[in-house]
């Protein structure tokens, strides 16, 4: 058996790919419930009821895929440039506590049509600086980029940790360490009253397709693509390499930190070190099952979205424990990499 | 002497409607030296994958020393004393010499290795024929050049009775490639036998005892290399006679380039020291020299993507200094670089997408590219430039070598340049492909731009330029005119030698 390059890929392969990965992870996890004595069927059929069996359920599926989709727009950004930013998470939290600040402290009594939009950019501004800090390191140092960003992450949780345990420690929270809130003005409109689906939602699909058409239709998008598959031939074009760099890690960043931005305004309205449940790495995940497509993106954060809330509510009636969420979402991952890999190549014996 | 050892009878291989071998059949002498001459696309290597068993043949067979070969089994081919050079080598950069030759010659399963028997074995075979090496040398502080010994050494370790080698001197400098092809020689004559592949004419003549052509999967020819010419394998391997164009008289315009004592500093490194030529409309100036001496920076400052740390460039009669890539291409100064896949294309993106990526200003509007124009532009270069093999919107990687070199020519000759910097524009193309670019270059020619032509091959630097300067270790010599120079002068001045000669070749200019 060997592996032949395919000529070309065919698009219908490339849609139907991440399904087939999506089927052989489910087929995988099914074993795995199988083992923790529930009948698979049920089970699955419970995190499809879990995750949109009523409105509370339907409604808080989509809010938690909001941040997914920004935080998986930011990978995908940045991975497309082969700018290996894994530091989301990070620039999720300083984005949520800049924002926090900024109404708390700033900007509270402004009204919210002009405080909600300056308050994202505030947080996609600060979560920009906490890019920009690596990728000057590696465009003038040569530091790889996948440690610097990786470990900024913790510096980045306990800085926040600190600030919230000090300067912006809200005094009303019975000595809880958790930020002062964001001003009444400043909380998300909801798409739907009496949930917790707010605007934040609307917000992501609709940058999902802004950086669809920045990445295909725009200069800047043929010169980053130009500058991750071939920088020295990108540099020979006349690309300038480094300014597209800075430029695509503003938006990367800016997206992560608009996560957390979106986040504080929209769901918890504080900020404490238990804000994200990893948003920032199942990003990756997210930017990957969609095999770095913008639009894809919108999807993949759809289905992680779907298994974890639906997971939550199945272990709760089943027993089975919601690891399975994780299991899932990790075998996904995998599948759609050896996928992705017969997407490129053909079998012949 | 006539002892077969290797047969190879009636082979035919097809990858879905393309035929890659169509019932091929050669044999191999004890002690003989073929050449398996054709074009890129010929056959070749596939022909040489089956002997090799990465591929299996979809019919014939292969004998070797009277016994056949079992189809798709590398190791029985290694067994059987098939030993296979690749044109890509496959070693490991980060292990040593011994290291490298070893790795595959002993079972996983044994505790240790024995590297002392690996070493006297390696050190025996390296004096036997004339292929020196340091065994505890780290692979990848070598030279291509012995690399490409280190590979063969490697063959040499199996017990390889029979050598293939896939285009050995690709990737080598003529010095490395001579003293390639004396050790073949040499090896012949102490009972090896040996296949190389390769579609130039000077080596196959000079090395093969018999040349077998190749074209369109079949063997179309059988030569004795003594008994023919390059004038009729070229016409055999492409079908038609090919003639490389030669220039015709000069009819030189006004100075458009001027570079006074140009140095490059890179690193602590002067890759270019106080470097004085110049370029006039409607004539070309050949650099010669082996790789490595500079030319690549030379390249690099006249393309906008190095500075010159002394002296000074005029373009036009302007100060040239400060232009970066993209303000050297809006004024009118073509590039072709010497890594093409490299550096001249991202082989991932579409054909209009490398077509206008160095001017992509041009195609912007607001932000914006205006990819029904790219598009246009790329249609454009494939019609007149002959591009084969995809359309504007199909990915560049699926061309072949030679088409993508027309497709970097086209980009840059479409709009008609004042300057061409090309840097072996011919390296690696079949004769036909070798034909058209040069075609195309003295059409430039003709059409007054000024021609920069970096080269290593003589033969090209003889036919298209008006005067030659040679550089080494950074250094340009003084220009000589072609028809007053012969091989060996030139080869005199790729040494360096051209002190003496100086004063006299600076009245001739």
Do not use: C
Request: aromatic letters at 6%; proline letters at 4%; glycine letters at 10%.
């Amino acid at each position: 058996m060997r592996f032949e390059r395919r000529e070309q890929v065919s698009p219908i392969l490339a849609l139907v790919t991440p399904l087939i990965a999506v089927a052989v992870a489910l087929l995988l996890a099914g074993v795995l419930i199988a083992l923790a004595g529930a009948p698979v069927f049920e089970a699955y059929g419970r995190i499809l009821t879990g995750a949109f069996g009523s409105r509370l359920a339907a409604t808080e599926t989509l809010a938690r895929a909001a941040p997914l989709i920004l935080t998986g727009l930011a990978a995908a950004v940045a991975f497309r440039a082969r700018l290996w930013n894994i530091g989301a998470e990070g620039q999720l939290y300083l984005g949520a506590i800049a924002a926090a600040a900024a109404s708390a402290l700033l900007f509270g009594n402004l009204p919210g049509l002009i405080q909600i939009p300056l308050l994202f950019v505030i947080g996609a501004v600060a979560g920009m600086i906490l890019l920009l800090i690596p990728l000057w390191l590696r465009l003038k140092f040569q530091v790889d980029e996948v440690v610097t960003t990786l470990l900024l992450n913790f510096v980045a949780l306990l800085f926040v940790s600190m600030l919230i345990d000090t300067v912006l420690k809200d005094p009303m929270a019975f000595g809880w360490p958790q930020s002062l809130p964001v001003s009444p003005e400043a909380e998300l409109p909801k798409i739907i009253p009496r949930s917790r689906l707010h605007i934040g939602l609307g917000v992501a699909v609709v940058l999902a397709f802004v950086v669809y058409f920045i990445q295909t239709r725009t200069a800047f998008g043929l010169q980053s693509r130009a500058a991750g598959l071939n920088p020295s031939g990108a540099a020979f074009a006349g690309v300038p390499l480094g300014r597209t760099l800075v430029l695509v890690a503003m938006m990367s960043g800016g997206l992560a930190g608009l996560a957390g931005a979106v986040e504080v305004m929209g769901v918890t309205s504080y900020v404490t070190t238990e804000l994200s449940p990893g948003y920032g790495y199942s990003g990756i995940v997210v930017a990957m099952l969609a095999g770095l497509s913008p639009l894809g993106v919108v999807l993949a954060a759809l289905f992680t979205a779907t298994m974890f809330v639906g997971a939550d509510a199945m272990s709760r009636s089943m027993g089975v424990p919601s690891y399975i969420a994780d299991v899932t979402v990790a075998l996904s991952l995998l599948s759609m990499l050896v996928a992705i890999f017969f997407t490129q190549y053909r079998i012949r014996k | 002497m006539s002892e077969t050892v290797l047969d190879i009878s009636a082979v035919s291989k097809r990858f879905g409607p393309v035929i890659a071998n169509e019932n091929v059949s050669l044999s191999l002498q004890r002690g003989e030296v073929i050449a398996l001459l054709g074009e890129n696309g010929a056959g070749k290597t596939t022909l040489m994958s089956i002997l090799f068993g990465h591929y299996t043949a979809d019919s014939g067979h292969v004998t070797v020393m009277g016994r056949l070969l079992p189809p798709g089994r590398p190791r029985a081919a290694i067994r059987a004393g098939i030993g296979m050079v690749h044109q890509h080598f496959s070693l490991a950069p980060n292990l040593s010499v011994l290291e490298n030759v070893m790795t595959g010659t002993e079972s996983l399963w044994r505790p240790w290795s024995d590297k002392a028997r690996g070493r006297a074995k390696l050190l025996a075979l390296s004096v036997k024929f004339g292929l020196k090496v340091d065994p505890d040398a780290r692979l990848g502080d070598l030279s291509v050049g012995e690399r490409q010994r280190v590979e063969i050494l490697k063959a040499l370790y199996n017990d390889a009775k029979i050598l293939v080698l896939d285009e050995p001197t690709a990737v080598l400098t003529n010095i490395e490639a001579e003293q390639m092809f004396a050790t073949l020689k040499d090896m012949a004559r102490q009972g090896l036998s040996i296949i190389f592949i390769s579609h130039k004419l000077d080596e196959v003549i000079s090395t093969a005892d018999r040349v077998i052509v190749l074209r369109g999967g079949r063997v179309v020819a059988e030569r004795r290399a003594m008994e023919t010419t390059k004038a009729e394998l070229a016409g055999l391997m492409v079908g038609r006679e090919v003639t490389r164009p030669q220039r015709e008289a000069a009819t030189p315009g006004a100075v458009v380039l001027q570079a006074r004592s140009v140095t490059l500093r890179e690193g602590g490194v002067e890759r270019l020291k106080a470097v004085d030529f110049h370029l006039r409309a409607g004539e070309v100036l050949g650099i010669i020299g082996v790789s490595g001496n500079g030319q690549a920076a030379l390249a690099r400052v006249l393309g906008g993507q190095a500075e010159p740390s002394d002296g000074q460039i005029t373009l036009f009669g302007q100060d040239f200094t400060g232009k970066d890539v993209r303000g050297v291409v809006a004024a009118g100064i073509g590039r072709i670089p010497e890594d093409r896949n490299h550096d001249g294309v991202i082989s991932e993106m579409t054909i209009w997408e490398n077509a206008i990526l160095e001017r992509l200003p041009d195609y912007t509007r607001r932000g914006l590219v205006d990819r029904k124009a790219g598009m246009d532009f790329a249609a454009r270069i494939i019609e007149k430039f002959d591009v084969r093999g995809g359309t504007p919107s199909s990915r560049i990687g699926r061309l072949s070598g030679g088409n993508v070199q027309k497709l970097i020519l086209g980009r840059n000759l479409i709009a008609h340049p004042k300057i061409l910097i090309a840097a072996q524009p011919a390296r690696g193309l079949d004769e036909g492909a070798v034909a058209a670019v040069h075609e195309r270059i003295l059409e430039a020619r003709r059409a007054g731009t000024a021609v920069l032509l970096i080269s290593e091959d003589l033969d090209e630097v003889m036919a298209l330029a008006d005067r030659i300067q040679a550089i080494v270790g950074g250094r340009l010599s003084p220009p000589v005119r072609p028809e007053a120079a012969d091989a060996r002068q030139l080869g005199l001045m790729m040494a360096g030698e051209w002190a003496m000669e100086s004063q006299e070749a600076d009245h001739a200019v």
